[in-house]
Every structure is written in C-alpha cells, then in structure tokens.
C-alpha cells in the first residue's frame, strides 16, 4: 500500500519496507511496465517530492510483476499521438523540430528526476530491461539485477539514437567503452552477469525478490547513516563526474564548510566510542 | 580486392566482406604493417571518403599477414628526416619545436580520422599491437583481438611520451586508471584476456581470422540497422564522452529533433510487426 | 634509513630501496598510522621534494608496521582542536565555515602532492586501508594491495562527506559507479580482490611485503626508462582526465614539442639495437 | 489589461502592446515593486507560459508606476520568515543550510525562466533598479533604461553576496571587469549613462514612457522576423557565452539541420525580392 | 599582383604590401564581394597555405571594389542546388539533414580557417559589411573599419540564425551583450563609428583606402617583431578565450618551455641596448 | 612605515592607510620598480599572508616613487642566470625545457597571489606600467590609474610572448578583443585614458597621487561592508569568469548556505533602519 501523501499516484505503487526507505514500483505490469506520457510526468513529480520529503532517506526503483522492469518506451502510444506519431501535422519541418526538441527536453529532464533527487536511489532491475529501462537505471546511483535479467539498449532497432539520456550517461559510468558502444550500436540483449562483469550492475542476485531485497538491505543501511553525510556523498560524486578535479575540491570545500556544522558528527563520534546506533535527526 | 573508389590506394587494401560493410586492412605485411608518413597522410583519406560513403555503414579495420595489427611506427623512417630525425637542422630550436608541433598535429589528426568518421569502426587486432597500434585503436569504436595479441603502449621505450592519442583516450575508455598508468608508465606487454579484463577491448577470439570474422559479424550486424539510428549513436556518445551530461542531453534533443523526421522508425516498427528484416535507404 | 635530505621528517621514513626509486612510508605504526594534521603538512613537503629531486624517478608510497596502511584521520586528535572539534567558538557561524574552508582547503592541497609530483607515484597498501587511505591512494598513479587489505570509504560513518579527494577523484579512475556510489554511501568495507575487479587497485599480493616488494619492482622498472617520457606521460594522462581529447592532443603536441629536443630518444634507440641498457642523464 | 490565458496572475500585468508582442510588467507600484515569495514563483509560471505561447514572439519586461523597476527584494517580508528570517530554527546549522541552499535554488530557478524563455526578453527599467533588478535584466537578452534610472547591486549592503544569478552573469554579459567589480564590490549606485557607456544597457531614453517604447518599438522589430530565425539566435547566443567555439559550431550545424526546413527562408527571400512584409506561420 | 605561389586562385586577390605583409582581397567586386562555395573552398586553402608560409608574418584581409568588404552569401547561388536551395530531394528528411550539417560543418572549417592562420589576421572592412561579413571578421583578430562601412547580421532577415560563426564567437570577442543581442535580434544596419563604441572594431579610419592603410601598417610594424613572440601571443590569447585561467597558465608554461628557446630573445635584447631594428630569421 | 607583521619584507612597504585597508607598494623606485626573482616570491609571501589577515578587508597595490608602476621584469637580471639567461647549461634542451616550465609556473603561482587573496585588492598604476605591471594588475579586481600611466603589453619586444598571466587574463576581463589583440600583438604604448576607453581601467585620475587616494578610498568603502559579504562577491564573480552560469548558480547556492548564517545580514539590515553604520566582527 502506498505510504501517506504517495497514493494518488496512478502508474507507481511507493511504499516504505524499512524505516526511511521507500520503495517507488512502476506498476504497469499487464503492459510489461512499458511508459507512456502520463507516466513520465508522474514520475517526475514523485521523485520530486522523495527529493525533500524528511521521512525518506533511500529509495528502492523497481517494476511491479514477474515480467519486466520496463520494456521501455509504450512505442504503440508514442506512434498514436505521441512522439513517433507522424500524422498529418501541417507545421513545417522546422516548426515541428522545435515541437519534437521541447517534448524530448521535458520526457528528459522527468527521468533526470532521478538523477537529482536528493537521496540516493537504488534500482532494482528484473525481466524485460529494454530502452527506456537503461535511460532509467542510468539515473539510479546503484544498479542491482535478478539474473534472469534481459537487457537491451533496443532504441536503434526502431530506428533512432536513445534520446532520453542513456547514450549521455552510459559512458560516464561504465568505464568500458568498447562494450558500452558495442550494445548501443548492435541493440543486442546482455544478461545480468555481462552487466556485472563489465560494471554496469553491482550485484547479481538470484530472483526478482532477492534482487528487491538486496536493494532495500542496501537502501536500509545507506538511510542508517547521517543523512547530512549521505545526501552530501551524493552530491559530490555527481559534481566530480560532470567537473574537473580542481573544481570538485572546491565545491566540496565549500559544502563542507555547512555541512560539517552538523550534529551529526558528534552523534556519530560518540554512538562509534559507545558502540551504539546513532540517531540523526531529520533532514 | 579493392572496392571501387578505393582502389588507388598503395598503402591499405579496402574491400566490402558484406553489404554495407567495408574492411580496411594496413597493407604492409612485409615490414609488421609498420607505419611511416605516406600511410598516414593515405590512412587520413580513406576514413574521410568512408565516412561520407553511402555505400557504407560500418567499418572493420585490420592488419594484413599474420604476424601484427602493426608494430607502430616505423621508426627507421622516422629516424631518417622524419620527425626523430634530428639532422644538420639550421633553424632555432624554437622554430624546430614548431616544426616539430605542426608534425605532430598532422599526424594526430589523421589518426583522429577513424574517430570522426561518421560510421562506425571496429578494429581486430593480431599478432603484435604496438604504439601506433594503441593510438589507432584507440580512435575505434569497439575493440575486438585474437588470443596471440601482444599490446604494448611502447613510446617510453624510445624515450617519448605517447603523442599520437593513446595518452589522451585511453583514460577515457578503459574506467582503470590504475592499469592505465602502469601499463602507459612500463611499457610492459599485456595480453589480449588481460585486455579483455580491463575493458580494452571487448572480445577474445580464438585466432587472428576469428577475431576478423567476429567484426565483420559485428559490422554487418550493425550494418542492418537504420544508419541514421546507428550513426546518431556514435556521435552522441562521443559527445557524452567529452560534454557534461546537461549539454549531451540538450545537444541530443537538437540532433534527434532533426533524425527523427526519418521513414526508418516506421520503416523499423513496421517490420517489427510483420517480423521482416527492414530495408532503410541510403545515407 | 632516510636518504639524505629527508632524515629531518619526523612522521615519514624516506628510503631509497633502488636507483631513482624513493620510498616513503607513513611512520606512526602505534596509531595505526593515523594523520593528525603536522603529519599532511610534512606529506606536502615531502612530495614537493621528491617533485623537483633529480635523483629520483619514481616513487613508492606505504605504511609502517604490520597493522595498517593507514586508518586515516586521527579523529581523536581532529576532534581536540582540529576541524572537527568544535569547542567554544566565538565567530558567527559563517566566520567559522570560512575557517572550515580554509582547513580543507589547505587538507586537501597536502594530499594533493601526490598528484601533483611529477614523477610516478605507486601506492602499495596493508591492513587497515581507511578513510584518508583512499584519498591518499586515488592520488597515486597505480594502487597495489596485499592480500589482506580492508579498504572502507569510512567518513559517512562518522557523520560527513568525504572531502579530502575521494569523491573528486574516485569516479574519475575506476569506470564502475555503481560500486563507486555503493562503497561511498555504505561505508562498508572491500577486500583487496573487490578492488581489483573493480578496477580500483590492478594488482593484489600475498602479503605486505610482496606488495611493497612489486611496487618497488615496478618503480624500479619505470625508473630505468627516460625520465622525459615517463614523468611526461605522467603529466599527459593527468591532463586527459581532466580535459577534452581535442584539447589534450593539442596539449601533447606543444609539450612534445619541446621533449622530443631530449638525447634520450637517441640513447633509447640506439640501445634497442645495441641491446644494451640505456643511460638517460639527470632530470 | 492583461492578454487572455494571463488574467489570473497576481503581480504581474502581462498586456499585448503589438502583434505577437507581450508587455510583462511587475504589478506592485506602491511597494516599489518589491518582490516576495509568491511573486517569484508567479514571475516562472508566466515566462514558462510565454516561452512556448505561439501567439508571443518578443517580450518587454517593465515595473509599474512611476518609482522603481523594482527595489529588489521585499526584505521585511524576507525577515519574516523569509530566508533571512532565523526565527527558532530547531534545526541544525547543517540541515538549516541545506533549507537555504534549496531556497536560493529554487528562487534562482524562478528568475532564470527570463533566460530559459524561447523568446527574446527586453528588460526597460526606470527608477530605482536595485539588487534583484540587476538579477532579473541579466536574464533579459537586452536592456534598455530611463535616463533617470539609479542601479544598484545592493547586496553587500544588507550583509550578503548577491546569490540569485548577478554574480553569475554580470561578468559574462558586461566586459569591463574592473567596473563589474567596483559595483558589485561597493554597492554604489550608477546611473543608465555610466550603465550604457560600460555596456550594460544598450540605449537610454529620455523617461520611462520613452524605454518602454522603445524596448515595444524593438520587440515589434524582433517579431516582424522569422520566429525560426530569432529563437534560434536567441538559443544559439546563448551557447555561445557557454561553450567553447568549436563545441558552439557544432551545435549550430545540427540546429540548423532542422531549423533550415523552414518555409520560412522561403517567404523571406520572395519578400526580399517583392519588397513586400514576409508573413511567417506560428511557432 | 598576386604573389608568387597565389597566382593560382581565381577569386582571391593576394599582394604583399610590405615585407612579410600578405594581402588577401575578395575579388568578385561586380557582385559586391558576395560570396559562393568556390569562393569559401578556395579561402581556406590560402589560409592554410599563409599559416605555414614563412614569407608571412601577419596577413590583412580586406574586399576589392569600393562598394563592399562582402554582402555576404550570394543567395542567388545558395537558392541554386546550394545550402538553401531545396529542389526535389528524393531523400527523406532526416537524411537532408545529414546534408545540411555535413554542409553548413564544411562551409564552417573554410571561414575558420582565419581563426587557425597562425599569423594574426586584420581584416579592414568597408562598404558594405553583411552576414558572412560578420562570421569572416570574427575570425580576425584585428578589426579595422572605414567611417562607410554598413554592418549588419543579416541571417534572421533570410529566415536563419547566423551559422558560420558570428553567433557562436560575437559574444565571445564584444563584451556588451545588450548590443550583440540587439544587432543579431534585430539584423539593423550598425556604423563603423557604433562597432567602435561598443569594441566591435578598434579603429574606424575616413574611407577604405585608410582602412587598409591603417591594417597595412599594423601588419608591419606586427611583422616587424619576433614571429615566435607574434605567434605565440595568438595561439595563448585563442586558448585563453576558450579555457579557464588555469588550463591557460598550465598551456603557456609548457609553450614558453620550447619558445624561449629561440635566438630572438636575444637579438630583440642587443637591437634594444643598440637602439637598432633586430633581425629574425624565418618561421 | 609598514604596519606590525609586515616589517620584514624587503622590496615591498605595506601600510595600512584606513581602518582594515592594508597598502602594498613595490618599493624599488630607483630602479622603476623593475621585478626580479625575490621581489615576486615575497610578493606571493605577502599576498598569502593578507589573505587570511583578519585586520584586512581591501588592499591597495601600486609603485613607489614617481617615475613608474613597474617597468616589469628586471632584463638584466633575468638575463643572469635567470630564466633568460642562456649560458652554459649543460643541460638537454628537453630538461632545460623542463626546469623553464617549472621557472614560469612559480612565477605564475607568486603573481596569482593577488587573485587568490581573498580580500578585493585595487591597482593604483602610474607612469610606466610594461610587461609585468600588465600581468599584475590583470589579478587585481579593479584598476586605477593616474593620467600620465603609459601601458604597455611589451613583451613582444624581447622575444617573447607574455607568459606570467596578461594573455590568459586580458581576453577575460575586456570585452573588446581586437583592441586586446592590437596591444599586445605590437607592443605599442597605450594611455590611461584608452585603458579607461576600452575597460582595462575604471578610473582615471589626475595624478599618482589623486589615483592611490580614489584606490585608498575605494578600499575604505569596501572595508565598511560586512566582509562575509565582500569576499563572498569576490569570489563568486571569480568563480563566474571560469565556470558555465548553471555551474556558478549551483555554487553560489551552496556558499550562500554557509554565509548566510552570519550576524552580518542582521547587522546590515538594523544599522539600514537606525540610520547608523553598522560594525561587522574580524574574519
């Protein structure tokens, strides 16, 4: 059941399996999970709200069913209407451009909700993960997958370069290029343990439901922690990915300059010399 | 033999193993397929007719004989008026050091051919991969080697630093920077598996034939697909290897707001349904 | 026995186990070789020294005793005074971030020395690998580890972000963020072998003494190549992290452009044919 | 009287002066235009509006009434409760300042929708032009003032650095560092001669009734072009001041591989030769 | 007369004023200096061909004719099978696209070309100065004009943002932004006497024959100077507009390491102490 | 008389003409205020040391005597043994390379001191001002100059291109390039009153005397503000010139999370109500 101020949401069960964590399911499983509009959008406000919301500190992203985690894009909606829709459209070519750049832009900066959200995300990745899945799993922090994982950079098998982040990211996070460009040109399937070999996913585990749990096991112990030091460890990864080495030093002197007037530490300090668990207050 | 159009060219054998595939072989068995100024200046024209070439969607390259993908430079020629030259040189040595960094910028642009070229390249490499080698397959998109393949980043051996690309685009494609020093500072040879592990390249074949049959296998795979799919895929994860991800995910917006008024997507979902291979027009 | 020149380090032990090759060890084995800030204020002197000193060419860098590579920051003594003491200060509390900037700031430049020293840096690491241990290590050009090492990214457990360098450069040096992302807001604590797959450490040696025994031997080894070439690759592989391929390549070109003036590519040349051992004069 | 679909804003009068032209004016003369909370978020939702508005090519951005463009920030509603408020924050300093960090972002995220709005911004200011002033008009794409306009980057006047975006484009919009400095760093008050000779506004008129007409006068002009045209210089500019020129150049050819499908080059050049008004389909 | 080894080019004009002084003049008078793709193709080969004479050591750059510098792209012939040319392309839109940018990049390298010269560049405009213009002059990097000259960005007036350049590098060389929307927004026609105000140009002279006078001599007295000292000034003044102060500092350095190397220095520190004009050898 | 910690420099007298304004004058008049090595390493001394000297809050920096502000670099000096020198150097010209590398960087990093200083420092130039007086005062915020100041990027006219700062500054803090190119392309002298033209300057004044006065009083104003709010506009501004406006808002939020929590604001915003001039605690 959906925790408190998440149940109006239609497409995305969020519960709470551990104290400050949440679990957001894409839950569309009769389609496989594949997305349409409403669901970008939904998932954008949902992130948005876990970014700021002091009762979460970790988020477990999963899909609901057997099946899939997503196939990805619902490419019969986004051909009616949608994206891929065609139609008799009477803007010229450079009008309808700048239609499809602004639709892309906003589809993008949805799944960048998880990117930004201010706690870390966990996904937990199962089935079917094709085309959207990886744009999605690329904004997690970490990546964990069942072994009956299938993944597939599928977007040139229907025509078109991935457009909603993943040829952006998928370089920056694993460290293996020759692979990275192999899948994202050939849309062949790799498995979970080819996931993990080369770094994509850190963790294999043997089902869906291990997978989850192993998730929510890590999603526990990360929302255990200060969240001044979590969200903060965060943040600084994601700076020194995107800067040099120079500006990240600074930034981080900078943040710390706040951060390190925390409570937090003291309580840290003293749980450690009293061996026990510290409690943070909330953020 | 030879395709048509590329049949002038003394240093390099081109030919098509399969439709829209072309394999471009360095063709100087004799001396390890080592290379000296001509082979550059020719190597640069090949990939730049390539990459406009309509009759051509992907690209194996590989070195001729048994013996080696190349040795690298062929430094007797280099030694003899090239640029390890030395010689009665008259001029200053600040005008010899421009000299010597217009050569330089020369030679590494033509090497940054395969790296521009709009299709993608896919080298197999053999037998000795030295210097050069590196530089070379640097610049390709996915790396594929036979078992007997011996790697070495070889310039500190002759007293230089790695001045062709290897030093700017290893670090970029291999996430261990660890082994990247090592290997960069020693000069040690590694092996194709010891390659594999580390994200070199991102298959080991049997032989030097299996290794060239595994790319074209590969390119023709590639081939298949949409060329305006697969080509949008090389240059936006080029651009996310050098761009932070706000300006990939823009520029990728900008670029699919014009690729996507192609027939290949309903060309690509049609046949999706009918279970046909689709057929996309040239580009 | 320090080498001359370092006998005046109070908590470092400087030797030199072969030609060109310093070696310096963290000396505090009592404390686990935990740093209390004289110790990162000595660091920085010595790296600055080892930069500029022509007699040596490379470096190795490890703990005393048997315990520990280091545990990092001596929080008892950061605690008493130090950056996280806190205490009864009486600036407003944006007057006391601006402190708090300053001593990172300043932390960090230390530790940076490393990095900054223009001859090779190996680390080879034991025991207790925590906390400052990574920042320090992630400087280094090639991290070895004993087989016993625990590793921990340990500052989240003791309420803050890690800010001396780890999280700048960590995602920029092993290609696996998804690990890069679980070790740093987990904190829990990685084998040696964890590292290696990852790609954080490229070898792993029985012991402590096999480890700084390879580490020698590959300084030793690197030692023995031009000096123009190999603190040259140093600085270009630095560069590459940081910059755009096109703006290294051009970087190369003028740096070569005055390195390729050295009598070493002659001295190496011509003992490649004589095969005899080159002499490469001081630098 | 505000333009259908822009009736229900409180703080802002949003008229049409000229086809295709909007006129948005900050709405609360009697309190010197001085914005609070809700005015901000007000400020974005219309510019968000306006930005993808096919009937608005071209925006002028005034104040209301006589006095002031805007006094800047309402800082006895900032003190109550406000960012500046302290009050008894039961919060550490730490999470306190993650509060503030997510406030000034999202403040600046309201005032940079000038910025992010497709069409171009004419800011005509008159009066008092203080603190938030200079942060609003350096979103604005050009500037015009009244004769009798007193500006001022008065933050260092109430104990801060100006944080919602002046700081940040001052020195890349004006190109006189010297002068940016002096005003940032002593908070005098300039007046529109000096701000035009330095090249912060490029015209002053004579009184305010004449800025506004001149600034209407010029989005008529701007909106008599191909909205093709403009907004893509607007977006295009805008690169620019990011980006290198090489990534710059780029990113034009692949804009313009969409944007050059225009009828719109079609209708400009016939227009040329018939020395007739061109007439371009919405966008 | 055009030089020896310039006599060659068909629209181009190229003199030597003075000695190391080239002069390259648009020679198509009858149509204003207009300019068609043979025109840009054989401009950049003449740059290329002055960047690497040593007989040159600064070129000025100006248009035959007394009515125009250039009014820019000959639409007539870009109507014609040219970039705006459309006609009845079999190809579906995606692949023109590919066209367009394949086109609008080659046209870019041509003009760019000034920029690469690694002589400075003075361009003395007159008459009229419109569209390609802009984008050619930007490259130089030294603007001189005659009282006469009519500049305008003319490209938003035929339905495109400016391509080849102005946009991307106006903002970057003119430090008035309010200004440099205005003119690109607008397309109005700006005076010399206006370019000087706001940096544009740094010299208007009374009419062309001046103009040029004027360039002629600041080409000599530059060409009177050390080329190595000349030319490097260009290159780190390039760099420093494309990189932070740092990247700039670190680049210089290494530079300077090989330019300082030069008998130059010498000879200009003896002609200072003997008040004769020095005498450098060729570059 | 230098004020109390800063006796013991040699070549510069430090004063403190107001309250929390500290002078710095070179104090070599006899010899123009010619730089030789020790001057910039007590110059850097000096600078680091006002930095965190929490009886400073602005800095004046000009010349003492009459005849100039500097003539820059003390030829002679630098011609024996120093960085011009030549003589024997038995050296490589590799590693005599590199030991200039490093000669420059740690003139570079002296003369970067005053941009690094974290207090606003205002350059009050008179008479000569060649060569490194452009370098210096490029690191100054603002820049003042009496009448008779003649410039002169002059380094051309001893071979060279200026390396310790002016050309990887000056295209940054003047917006008008051409006018940057011409100067220091040709040497030529220009006047205080160009400087003023073009925005090297912000003020001219009558005389040296008149010019220290309107720096000194310029300090004093800027010594009168909260210098939490001070230095956080210097450094944000600085910030701004290196980074994209997106990177300075993000870290503009996260400073302003720390400095927002001073006394200052409450200080500013009382003594704004009484009519009194507030006091702000020592940093």
Same mark, same amino acid.
């Given at each position: 059941?959906? /925790?408190?101020?998440?149940?109006? &949401?239609?497409?995305?069960?969020?519960?709470?399996?551990?104290?400050?964590?949440?679990?957001?399911?894409?839950?569309?499983?009769?389609? $496989?999970?594949?997305?349409?509009?409403?669901?970008?959008?939904?998932?954008?406000?949902? $992130?948005?709200?876990?970014?700021? !919301?002091?009762?979460?500190?970790?988020?477990?992203?999963?899909?609901?069913?057997?099946?899939? $985690?997503?196939?990805? #894009?619902?490419?019969?909606?986004? =051909?009616?209407?949608?994206?891929?829709?065609?139609?008799?459209?009477?803007? !010229?070519?450079?009008?309808?451009?700048?239609?499809?750049?602004?639709?892309?832009?906003? &589809?993008?900066?949805? /799944? @960048?909700?998880?990117?930004?959200?201010?706690?870390?995300?966990?996904?937990?990745?199962?089935?079917?993960?094709?085309?959207?899945?990886? !744009?999605?799993?690329?904004?997690?922090?970490?990546? /964990?997958?069942?072994?009956? @994982?299938? &993944?597939?950079?599928?977007? *040139?098998?229907?025509?078109?370069?991935?457009?909603?982040?993943?040829?952006?990211?998928?370089?920056?996070?694993?460290?293996?290029?020759?692979?990275?460009?192999?899948?994202? #040109?050939?849309?062949?399937? $790799?498995?979970?343990?080819?996931?993990?070999? *080369?770094?994509? *996913?850190?963790?294999?585990?043997?089902?869906?439901?291990?997978?989850?749990? %192993?998730?929510?096991? #890590?999603? @526990?112990?990360?929302?255990?922690?200060?969240?001044?030091? *979590?969200?903060?460890?965060?943040?600084?990864?994601?700076?020194?990915?995107?800067?040099?080495?120079?500006?990240?030093?600074?930034? @981080?002197?900078?943040?710390? =300059?706040?951060?390190?007037?925390?409570? !937090?530490?003291?309580?840290?300090?003293?749980?450690?010399? %009293?061996?026990?668990?510290?409690?943070?207050?909330?953020?």
């Amino acid at each position: 059941m959906s /925790i408190e101020g998440y149940t109006n &949401f239609k497409w995305f069960l969020v519960t709470s399996p551990a104290e400050y964590v949440a679990h957001v399911q894409t839950n569309r499983p009769a389609k $496989f999970n594949a997305y349409h509009e409403p669901m970008w959008l939904e998932l954008n406000q949902i $992130f948005n709200k876990l970014s700021v !919301d002091s009762n979460v500190r970790a988020v477990v992203f999963s899909g609901a069913g057997d099946k899939a $985690f997503t196939t990805g #894009l619902d490419v019969q909606a986004a =051909s009616q209407g949608g994206i891929l829709g065609g139609g008799e459209n009477k803007l !010229d070519i450079a009008r309808q451009s700048v239609q499809i750049r602004r639709h892309v832009e906003e &589809f993008q900066n949805c /799944i @960048t909700s998880l990117e930004k959200c201010e706690k870390p995300v966990i996904a937990a990745m199962h089935g079917y993960a094709f085309g959207l899945a990886i !744009d999605l799993s690329c904004c997690a922090d970490i990546r /964990i997958a069942s072994k009956d @994982t299938k &993944f597939s950079v599928k977007e *040139v098998d229907i025509g078109l370069a991935a457009d909603i982040g993943t040829l952006a990211r998928l370089p920056k996070i694993v460290g293996n290029h020759s692979w990275v460009k192999e899948v994202t #040109l050939t849309a062949r399937i $790799f498995t979970a343990e080819e996931a993990r070999q *080369v770094g994509f *996913v850190s963790h294999v585990e043997e089902n869906k439901e291990k997978a989850v749990a %192993k998730a929510v096991a #890590l999603a @526990t112990l990360i929302a255990s922690k200060s969240p001044i030091a *979590v969200q903060g460890t965060k943040e600084l990864l994601n700076h020194a990915r995107e800067n040099t080495t120079a500006a990240t030093l600074r930034y @981080t002197g900078v943040w710390n =300059s706040a951060a390190l007037h925390t409570d !937090d530490v003291k309580a840290a300090l003293l749980s450690g010399i %009293k061996k026990t668990k510290p409690t943070f207050s909330k953020l």
